[in-house]
């Protein structure tokens, strides 16, 4: 039986950790990481399934992450975030919103400002490295804390809940992550249990 956790503890959860990742390096954010150019949005919305990612707290022992994009103005992005546990059967929801991070830029940079439950949507972390929207997105974002102190995030989606067999897509998705991201931080999302619900 799926058991959702009550509304309250869930904002408090995400909004207590929704700043701080849980990569940590004794290091400034990283400035090598490239973004997709003249970013297609609304190629992008819809459902995406996390195949892998840097653990954070709140998603500990949680699987079958899902992800929705939904146009809601011209600017504005509608984030659904919903992900269930194996281990005691539950599932969380985060509700949220995105928009460009440099909007008044003449080429569209794929950074997006994410934010959940109303808190300030005031940070540039989400960085889409590379997608081709149909496939893949590899997603990555950092935070600075302090002068030589860094938090990173990394999110590999898949437009399906197996990653397809497209060899171009294999090999654009696979080449950024091994250029950009710390395999050793990487946890594999389960998305093949038959328990796994369809958010």
Known sequence: MMVKFP???????????????????????????????????????????????????????????????????????SVRNSAYSLVNETSIEAIGTAKFSFPEQDIVQAKLNVSFFGAPNDRSNYWVIDTDY???????????????????GYWFLSRTR???????????????IRQYIDRTEIRFTNQLDERCPDF
Do not use: M
Not at 72 to 77: E, Y
Not at 146 to 152: F, K, N
């Open 134 to 152: 149909e496939h893949f997105s590899i997603v990555w974002a950092c935070e600075q804390l302090g002068e030589d102190r860094s938090s990173e």
């Open 162 to 176: 197996r990653f397809t067999d497209d060899v171009e897509a294999n090999t654009r998705a696979f080449h950024a």
């Open 7 to 77: 509304l309250l503890f869930t904002v408090l959860v995400l909004l207590g950790t929704v700043t701080v990742n849980a990569v940590l390096y004794d290091r400034p954010c990283r400035t090598d990481v490239p973004v997709v150019q003249n970013f297609a949005l609304t190629r992008y919305l819809g459902k995406w399934y996390e195949l892998q990612r840097f653990e954070k707290d709140f998603q500990t022992n949680y699987d079958c992450v899902q992800t929705e994009y939904g146009l809601l103005d011209p600017t504005t992005v």
